[in-house]
T-cell receptor
Framework: EAGVAQSPRYKIIEKRQSVAFWCNPISGHATLYWYQQILGQGPKLLIQFQNNGVVDDSQLPKDRFSAERLKGVDSTLKIQPAKLEDSAVYLC????????????????FGPGTRLTVL | AQSVTQPDIHITVSEGASLELRCNYSYGATPYLFWYVQSPGQGLQLLLKYFSGDTLVQGIKGFEAEFKRSQSSFNLRKPSVHWSDAAEYFCAVGAADSWGKLQFGAGTQVVVTP
């Protein structure tokens, strides 16, 4: 079974530029998550999708971050414009059951995209 | 809201020795608890999880964890460490009233020496 795919793996940009990350979840997984992992910290949830609807985006900085999950499969996370403090690893995860599984649903993580903002 | 504390930022252990990583959580009701491992350049891999029932949970790669409600802890253990266990380990807590939303600790970096 293929895992969660993410691209690119690495990205270096100047501050105030825009950047986009792509995630392809495990086939059939209803729920998709984007996390931000700053160096030395644990992952922090940015946004959670159930199929193509947003379940929780309370920690997403909406003035510069946006995310979408068209057709309930792939997802993109965009930052526009980027700031120095956005330097982090952006992790995508997916889980199978979504609402039916509740908090017991296991999340499977992709390898992440390491973003460096100069 | 739930929170997780991993008191040890960094642990060094000799190959073949035992390993214990500490995790303390804060949550009013019964939490859902997870341990993940992250190797360099890799995503997080689930080691084990606790939802209910037996408080001693077995996971992959020879790891186990014990849920102690009285101490609000969920410590991870391995009897004999292999060099391939060098990685960063994250404890996470979820809750029934915040479906799917995991709160992660800051992680413990494990270094294995020959």
């Amino acid at each position: 079974e293929a895992g969660v795919a993410q691209s690119p793996r690495y990205k270096i940009i100047e501050k105030r530029q825009s950047v986009a990350f792509w995630c392809n979840p495990i086939s059939g997984h209803a729920t998709l998550y984007w996390y931000q992992q700053i160096l030395g910290q644990g992952p922090k949830l940015l946004i959670q999708f159930q199929n193509n609807g947003v379940v929780d985006d309370s920690q997403l900085p909406k003035d510069r971050f946006s995310a979408e999950r068209l057709k309930g499969v792939d997802s993109t996370l965009k930052i526009q414009p980027a700031k120095l403090e956005d330097s982090a690893v952006y992790l995508c995860a997916s889980s199978l059951f979504g609402l039916a599984g509740g908090s017991t649903d296991t999340q499977y993580f992709g390898p992440g995209t390491r973003l460096t903002v100069l | 809201a739930q929170s997780v504390t991993q008191p040890d930022i960094h642990i060094t252990v000799s190959e073949g020795a035992s390993l214990e990583l500490r995790c303390n959580y804060s949550y009013g009701a019964t939490p859902y608890l997870f341990w993940y491992v992250q190797s360099p350049g890799q995503g997080l891999q689930l080691l084990l999880k606790y939802f209910s029932g037996d408080t001693l949970v077995q996971g992959i790669k020879g790891f186990e964890a014990e849920f102690k409600r009285s101490q609000s802890s969920f410590n991870l253990r391995k009897p004999s460490v292999h060099w391939s266990d060098a990685a960063e380990y994250f404890c996470a807590v979820g809750a029934a009233d915040s479906w799917g939303k995991l709160q992660f600790g800051a992680g413990t970096q494990v270094v294995v020496t020959p």
